[in-house]
């Protein structure tokens, strides 16, 4: 049960109202938040990425990303926490990892192995998703709590064909390549409640100004996400709010000499509380132990042990 407290200022009740809508866009955008390429031979390595989300101008959300190639095999761990007024007033931590395997083909394709994520805080109850893969997508799904018991109906089996995790799909979204090949993708996505598809599509070049000095400023791929709502959301929240949640979101992708691929450097969405922006304020790449032989569960969720 979420913990409750006497009267807020209007301010406070819409943005405790705003934080379970804003964990999908999180999700999301933590997926996006991934980018690296094949190691090379003999070891591991990883691109460590952090994020600072903005809503009305305050920053609420940080995004530590975290994905490790080697060789054959991807890991992409992510710790999404609430920072500033909303760390003190609605503290909550998400935490999500994917695991798969990069096959060899025109490109590098990867296949997702086992997809997890952990959800605790002040707003919501305790929530976790663990979900393995085989090539023809989802075969296992285990959700806490379950669909029956959340408002919502599990995804008919016929659905769940082809689709994979979030996460893998924003790495194959950000493929290596030329500026003009990043972005050109439609994939079907399974989070392990709802089913919904992506599209990519590459606007071409821009320009971002930074307005701060820790934000990306210079030249960047302008891309549209665009999603398409299929099975397993909540049918009240679909009466009511479907037309306010956005199915679009704006990202910038920009390439560094330090970094193997072009990774996203800023991110926008208008919601009906404001346009959030997520903006990159930390990177690098490092070597790194090789990925152990089975995939680590994450522990329950737990907001005292999970990060940040």
Same mark, same amino acid.
């Given at each position: 049960?979420?913990?409750?407290?006497?009267?807020?200022?209007?301010?406070?009740?819409?943005?405790?109202?705003?934080?379970?809508?804003?964990?999908?866009?999180?999700?999301?955008?933590?997926?996006?938040?991934?980018?690296?390429?094949?190691?090379?031979?003999?070891?591991?390595?990883?691109?460590?990425?952090?994020?600072?989300?903005?809503?009305?101008?305050?920053?609420?959300?940080?995004?530590?990303?975290?994905?490790?190639?080697?060789?054959?095999?991807?890991?992409?761990?992510?710790?999404?926490?609430?920072?500033?007024?909303?760390?003190?007033?609605?503290?909550?931590?998400?935490?999500?990892?994917?695991?798969?395997?990069?096959?060899?083909?025109?490109?590098?394709?990867?296949?997702?192995?086992?997809?997890?994520?952990?959800?605790?805080?002040?707003?919501?109850? &305790? $929530?976790?998703? @663990? %979900?393995?893969?085989?090539?023809? !997508? #989802?075969?296992?799904?285990?959700?806490?709590?379950? +669909?029956?018991?959340?408002?919502?109906?599990?995804?008919?089996?016929?659905?769940?064909?082809?689709?994979?995790?979030?996460?893998?799909?924003?790495?194959?979204?950000?493929?290596?390549?030329?500026?003009?090949?990043?972005?050109?993708?439609?994939?079907?996505?399974?989070?392990? &409640? $709802?089913?919904? @598809? %992506?599209?990519?599509?590459?606007? !071409? #070049?821009?320009?971002?100004?930074?307005?701060?000095? +820790?934000?990306?400023?210079?030249?960047?791929?302008?891309?549209?996400?665009?999603?398409?709502?299929?099975?397993?959301?909540?049918?009240?929240?679909?009466?009511?709010?479907?037309?306010?949640?956005?199915?679009?979101?704006?990202?910038?992708?920009?390439?560094?000499?330090?970094?193997? $691929?072009?990774?996203? %450097?800023?991110?926008?969405?208008?919601?009906?509380?404001?346009?959030?922006?997520?903006?990159?304020?930390?990177?690098?790449?490092?070597?790194?132990?090789?990925?152990?032989?089975?995939?680590?569960?994450?522990?329950?969720?737990?907001?005292?042990?999970?990060?940040?």
């Amino acid at each position: 049960m979420p913990l409750r407290y006497g009267p807020r200022p209007p301010m406070e009740d819409r943005m405790k109202r705003t934080l379970p809508r804003l964990a999908p866009l999180a999700l999301a955008a933590a997926a996006l938040f991934a980018g690296a390429s094949p190691a090379l031979a003999g070891g591991a390595d990883r691109v460590d990425l952090t994020y600072r989300v903005f809503l009305g101008g305050l920053p609420i959300v940080e995004v530590d990303t975290r994905t490790t190639i080697d060789g054959g095999r991807y890991r992409m761990d992510n710790l999404t926490r609430t920072v500033g007024l909303w760390e003190s007033l609605f503290k909550a931590r998400m935490q999500s990892r994917v695991d798969g395997s990069l096959v060899p083909a025109m490109g590098v394709e990867a296949s997702p192995t086992l997809f997890q994520l952990r959800y605790d805080g002040r707003v919501g109850q &305790r $929530r976790s998703v @663990d %979900v393995t893969y085989d090539r023809n !997508g #989802p075969v296992d799904i285990r959700a806490e709590p379950p +669909n029956d018991q959340d408002g919502r109906r599990p995804v008919e089996p016929e659905f769940l064909l082809g689709a994979i995790d979030p996460s893998t799909a924003a790495m194959l979204a950000a493929e290596n390549g030329a500026d003009d090949q990043i972005c050109k993708q439609t994939f079907k996505i399974f989070d392990g &409640r $709802r089913r919904y @598809d %992506v599209a990519f599509e590459n606007k !071409g #070049p821009d320009h971002l100004n930074g307005n701060d000095d +820790n934000f990306y400023a210079g030249d960047a791929i302008h891309c549209v996400i665009r999603y398409r709502r299929v099975k397993g959301f909540d049918p009240d929240w679909e009466r009511a709010n479907a037309r306010k949640f956005p199915n679009e979101v704006d990202i910038w992708f920009a390439r560094f000499p330090d970094l193997p $691929r072009a990774v996203p %450097v800023k991110v926008q969405v208008k919601t009906e509380y404001g346009v959030t922006v997520a903006q990159l304020i930390g990177r690098a790449l490092t070597r790194t132990d090789s990925l152990g032989d089975a995939a680590a569960l994450l522990p329950p969720p737990d907001m005292d042990h999970m990060g940040g």
